[in-house]
């Protein structure tokens, strides 16, 4: 074990084997990778676990440096484990190299299968078995990570001492189809809200498509930046800068007739999925419960005319950006997905997903505890809290059941927020995760 000295913290590099395949725990193998911090001051003391479960699908979990962030507060009450998710940062990456190990199509996608909240879960289960001796410990899930630790509650919830959400709160049977029919509208609410602030970002925008529809255009890496890919930016509107960022984006992307070089290396470093190559492939897969996706981005989007770029390209309207969502024309642009778009088809076409999400021991709890007013310390959630929306107007409604106890979730109405590409960056775009 590698352990090192940060500002104010003690890191210790921790690795663990684990079952590809769950079920099939006499199979492959796959070694995952965490750090664990602990402040500098308590190494010694019996302190609780708190597993932090990073936003996705398919982002490494947070780098440290000292008690940077959110682990300022959490290291003066818990011993905090990094996990890398499987597939990400030094857990068994997938990516394009790796996954060519695989000889054929079908074996890669069969693989990447088991790379969803469901096995993420059974991961932790093991590891907390070795790191607490099996006494439960403390979870943190941020966006997908929130996911994973609904699936925790639904699975595992004797392993949980106590739950915090951060953005990611599922609707326990909200299919694909039903996050982007609640998104697109908000997405395109964003892009007007955004040209009312900057509007001659109006004329830069349609500027820009119809240079991009008017001639092919690479990126420096390789990748073609067609007018879809430009529209993607708008990935940008779901956080609390994104408008201004895309804004200065858009300021000056020309250099004569031609895009200019630091605007194509900027719109390269937003669009690449080479940093998260999992969260192309499984970004809709999280949501998949006993069906196809099918490739619900692109299918829904045919429902809102409006984000077709003809009326931009060849008329006066403003260009719609979308938002955080995959396509399948990511797999052909993207030099780093390109290798894998005969998998992504296969995944987007599996219908045979396990269930993610039991509302059973929620409905459950509700009933055990009609009657009776559970301590709001239950369950502690950014903005989320177990309180009786009778007695708390404010307090967020979850469909026909309620947040009652610590280890227990309740169902969504569709309009959650989805998972966030970019990993510590909490996201404002609703959808559903």
Not at 112 to 135: M, N, P, W
Not at 183 to 191: D, E, H
Not at 238 to 251: D, I, K, M, W
Not at 283 to 308: I, K, L, M, N
Request: proline residues 7%; aromatic residues 8%; hydrophobic residues 40%.
């Amino acid at each position: 074990m590698l352990s090192y000295r940060q500002p104010g913290t003690i890191v210790n590099e921790l690795t663990f084997t684990v079952p590809l395949d769950h079920a099939s725990p006499g199979g492959e193998k796959i070694e995952l990778f965490a750090r664990e911090v602990v402040a500098a001051d308590k190494q010694a003391s019996d302190l609780p676990w708190l597993l932090f479960l990073q936003g996705g699908p398919g982002f490494a979990a947070h780098r440290p440096i000292g008690r940077d962030g959110w682990l300022d507060r959490a290291l003066n009450d818990y011993r905090v484990l990094l996990l890398d998710q499987r597939g990400t940062g030094r857990s068994s990456p997938a990516n394009r190299q790796t996954l060519a190990l695989h000889p054929t199509v079908r074996e890669q996608a069969d693989y990447l299968a088991h790379f969803r909240a469901d096995s993420i879960v059974a991961d932790a289960e093991l590891i907390r078995h070795q790191l607490t001796g099996g006494r439960p410990w403390s979870v943190l899930g941020q966006s997908f990570g929130g996911f994973c630790t609904v699936t925790y509650l639904s699975f595992a919830p004797h392993g949980i001492r106590e739950a915090f959400l951060t953005g990611g709160l599922p609707g326990l049977e909200t299919t694909a189809d039903d996050v982007y029919r609640a998104t697109y509208p908000i997405v395109a609410a964003r892009n007007l809200a955004h040209y009312e602030r900057y509007p001659l970002d109006v004329q830069q925008a349609r500027q820009v498509a119809r240079h991009l529809a008017g001639s092919e255009t690479l990126l420096p890496g390789g990748g073609r930046l067609t007018v879809q890919a430009f529209q993607a930016l708008g990935n940008a509107l779901g956080s609390s800068t994104g408008s201004h960022e895309l804004h200065y984006l858009l300021e000056d992307p020309f250099a004569g007739d031609e895009l200019s070089d630091d605007f194509l290396y900027r719109v390269q470093d937003r669009l690449s999925f080479a940093a998260a190559p999992l969260y192309a492939l499984l970004h809709e897969a999280c949501y998949a419960q006993d069906g196809p996706t099918g490739w619900a981005a692109e299918r829904v989007r045919a429902q809102f005319p409006e984000f077709s770029p003809d009326a931009a390209v060849h008329g006066d309207d403003p260009l719609l950006f979308t938002g955080e969502m995959t396509y399948p024309w990511m797999f052909e642009t993207d030099p780093v997905l390109r290798p894998l778009r005969r998998a992504a088809n296969l995944l987007a076409e599996r219908d045979d997903w396990p269930m993610l999400y039991d509302p059973g021991p929620a409905a459950r709890q509700r009933r055990a505890g009609r009657g009776r007013r559970l301590p709001r310390r239950h369950v502690r959630a950014a903005g989320i809290l177990a309180a009786d929306r009778r007695r708390d107007p404010g307090a967020a409604g979850l469909g026909d059941e309620r947040v009652r106890a610590r280890r227990t979730a309740g169902q969504q109405r569709p309009g959650a927020r989805p998972p966030d590409r970019d990993g510590a960056r909490q996201r404002m775009t609703p959808a559903c995760a």
